[in-house]
């Protein structure tokens, strides 16, 4: 299918329009970016490895009944989704305190959630992506109070599944954060990536805090091999059948 120009170009991925309106291209960028682009630089091969991880894990949720933008991944660093109209919102779901939640609340790293928290951050760099209230989601008018609770419980049953997935990669996921968006026949689908770069990811043959550390926190903490933990990561997903 002939690409056509940039639609939009974010931190990770460059949207392309497509001859289809309906489908776009997703490509992956190597470039990463922290703490709201405060913290930039590059990450060798996370665009090829961020593209095959996201798109074995959207055809997993889809199996499994979630679903999703996802089309077929056309090259190593590229896939076609379907158009959909982001919903400014970065959904949280966590397992396991860590990040922003320990350093806003003073809960222990690794404490265990039970149940899962899920958090709403306004998806807006400018203002730094706060996090939001019932009352001031409502008073945005973000989405309607159906749509939230749509994408609540789409949230939790990403996040049992993937949780499931991961365990059975030997990996711990800690939290993620998802984007959803509207279709043009307005169903609410899970869209953006499901990557490193938007999880944090616990390797459990690790006990070390810093080694067990296979996701973007290591280039957040400048903890190093950066690359060699997407690539395991990348090597055990892509590993793991889908049913
Ligand atoms: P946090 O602990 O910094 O709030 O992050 C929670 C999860 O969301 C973590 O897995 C990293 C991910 N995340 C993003 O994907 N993008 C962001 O802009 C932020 C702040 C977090
Ligand atoms: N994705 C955000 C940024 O680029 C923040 C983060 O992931 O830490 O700045």
């Known amino acids: 299918m002939t690409q056509l120009s940039p639609l939009y170009e974010g931190k990770a991925k460059i949207i392309y329009a497509t001859a289809d309106p309906e489908i776009l291209l997703a490509e992956f960028k190597d470039e990463a970016t922290a703490?709201?682009?405060q913290k930039r630089g590059a990450i060798q091969n996370?665009?090829?490895m961020n593209c095959a991880i996201a798109s074995h894990l959207f055809r997993y949720l889809a199996a499994q009944g979630i679903?999703?933008?996802?089309?077929?991944?056309v090259a190593p660093n590229q896939m076609h989704i379907r158009r959909v109209e982001i919903i400014p919102l970065e959904v949280v779901v966590r397992n396991r305190a860590a990040g922003s939640?320990?350093?806003q609340t003073g809960l222990p790293l690794g404490l265990e959630l039970n149940p899962p928290l899920v958090e709403f951050?306004?998806?807006?760099?400018a203002l730094g992506d706060p996090l939001l209230t019932g009352d001031r989601l409502r008073l945005l008018q973000i989405?309607?109070?159906e749509e939230v609770a749509q994408i609540t419980q789409m949230a939790l049953a990403v996040n049992t599944h993937l949780s499931r997935f991961f365990a059975e990669c030997g990996i711990t996921l800690v939290d993620f954060k998802l984007e959803f968006g509207r279709s043009q026949r307005g169903e609410i689908?899970?869209?953006d990536e499901i990557s490193p770069d938007s999880c944090r990811l616990w390797n459990q043959e690790e006990t070390d805090p810093e080694k067990r550390i296979l996701d973007k926190d290591r280039f957040r903490q400048d903890l190093g091999a950066i690359e060699e933990a997407y690539a395991l990561v990348m090597q055990r997903v892509l590993a793991h059948s889908i049913p």
């Not at 679903?67 to 991944?73: K, S």
């Not at 951050?121 to 760099?125: A, E, I, R, S």
């Open 35 to 37: 703490f709201n682009a």
């Open 46 to 48: 996370k665009g090829v």
């Open 67 to 73: 679903p999703n933008h996802f089309i077929a991944q």
């Open 101 to 103: 939640l320990c350093r």
């Open 121 to 125: 951050y306004l998806k807006n760099d």
């Open 143 to 145: 989405a309607t109070d």
């Open 189 to 191: 689908l899970l869209a």
